[in-house]
């Protein structure tokens, strides 16, 4: 008798995201009693909005289907795991296969998405990003697949076309194994620093140009067993293993009671807590958004959340329905290190963002570099006409204040209005500013 609770994509034959779940977790039971291995891949395939948008929804379908027709084609023999997990998302899982069967069918996999493929007598080459996980003792089937599906993001981060590890698990080389060490002991750190209030947020003020402290920026700062970590080491770390939603939340509530006790000494200031896509993608991010607002009992005009262009500008469905109800709940929102990325102006438009801030790689060669100065006057106006504060980053010179008076940014942030400081001091350089 058929089981009625499989459901098949119509598209690809493979099973929809529910069924793999349930799939994958008789699975990994099968696997743990005959303590056979098993391997997760996540793929998903780079630059598939672009194809819809060129040839349309229907062309889009067509290649969804020769890319799990490819994938089939190469699967080994055996009870594997086929899903479509999404719109251009497919997982695979491995049941019986160890490391290296794994690892070589993931860049087969590679080698067999990226062959030509037409589409309305034009040859395109597509790639994917993959990301490769192994069942851990004791681990459930939601979390093997959730693993996969990091390392995923951490191919694309890298460019896609290429296979990643999850977190722990690194291809083979001695570079791979010294980071992953380095990795696994900044991982340890951060455990430590979350049990034992190692964690901490200074506050960089965001100074409007009537001298008005428009905003702070809240800074994470770690230190554990009397040692600092900086943010360039624990944050790429925080990502890979899934910490980072943690810190994220910790980071929200802190930025919140700190935005409380502004208010309450009579200096209400808007605090800006920075967020990652990891974060948004979770769904535990608006509850943890709402119950830091909750706990502290603020305002949501008190909070803003920044986000780097280059998370704005691959933004999936997930991820605008949550940055839609940030802006329903009243939370600003800010766009930061604007022009590093590849800005897409018709995602821009519809971003319900608040601010705009300016990278500071085209502050730091003001005001000589004409053409950059012409940048920040384009992005200026741009930013204005969509209702958005301008806001100029990394300021550290007399000189560089002046050129951006001049071309009408809204606000400054640098070493030459503040530096960032532990809560106590912001409080005391407030209050020598007299500022209300």
Not at 161 to 179: D, N, Q, T
Not at 228 to 256: C, H, M, N, Y
Request: some cysteine; glycine content about 8%; proline content about 5%.
């Amino acid at each position: 008798m058929p089981d009625t609770l499989t459901v098949f994509d119509p598209i690809t034959g493979f099973l929809d995201r529910r069924s793999c779940l349930r799939a994958a977790q008789g699975m990994l039971a099968a696997a743990e009693s005959s303590r056979q291995p098993l391997a997760a891949l996540w793929i998903d395939l780079d630059r598939f909005r672009q194809i819809n948008a060129s040839f349309g929804h229907a062309a889009g379908d067509e290649v969804i289907a020769r890319v799990a027709g490819r994938i089939r084609m190469v699967l080994p023999s055996g009870g594997h795991l086929l899903a479509r997990m999404g719109s251009d998302e497919f997982v695979v899982v491995l049941s019986g296969e160890d490391r290296p069967v794994a690892e070589a069918f993931g860049r087969l996999l590679l080698v067999t998405i990226e062959q030509p493929l037409g589409i309305d007598e034009i040859l395109i080459h597509p790639s994917a990003s993959i990301g490769l996980a192994l069942l851990r003792a004791g681990e459930d089937a939601l979390s093997l697949l959730e693993r996969a599906d990091q390392a995923m993001g951490e191919a694309k981060h890298q460019g896609g076309g290429r296979l990643e590890m999850a977190a722990g698990e690194v291809l083979p080389g001695y570079r791979g194994v010294s980071l992953a060490r380095e990795e696994l002991a900044i991982e340890a750190d951060l455990h430590a620093a979350l049990d034992s209030a190692g964690l901490s947020l200074e506050f960089q003020p965001i100074v409007s140009r009537d001298g008005r402290v428009e905003a702070v920026e809240a800074l994470m700062r770690c230190k554990v067993f009397g040692r600092k970590l900086t943010p360039d080491r624990f944050i790429p770390v925080a990502e890979k293993s899934g910490l980072i939603i943690r810190v994220g939340e910790w980071s929200l509530l802190q930025g919140a009671r700190f935005a409380a006790r502004l208010r309450d000494e009579g200096r209400p200031t808007k605090v800006a807590i920075n967020v990652s896509r990891a974060q948004l993608t979770s769904p535990e991010f608006l509850p943890a958004l709402h119950g830091a607002l909750a706990c502290a009992n603020i305002g949501p005009e008190l909070l803003e959340l920044e986000l780097t262009e280059s998370l704005v500008m691959a933004l999936d469905e997930v991820v605008q329905d949550n940055l839609q109800r940030v802006r329903e709940a009243g939370v600003g929102l800010a766009i930061d290190d604007f022009g590093t990325g590849f800005s897409s102006l018709s995602s821009l438009k519809d971003l319900p963002a608040t601010k705009l801030k300016l990278d500071r790689s085209f502050i730091r060669v003001l005001p000589e570099d004409r053409r950059a100065l012409a940048v920040v006057k384009a992005a200026t106006r741009m930013g204005r006409e969509l209702g958005m504060v301008v806001v100029a980053e990394g300021v550290e010179t007399e000189a560089q204040q002046r050129v951006l008076n001049d071309a009408n940014v809204d606000a400054m942030q640098g070493f030459l209005l503040a530096r960032p400081m532990p809560e106590d001091v912001l409080m005391d350089w407030l209050k020598l500013r007299n500022n209300p």
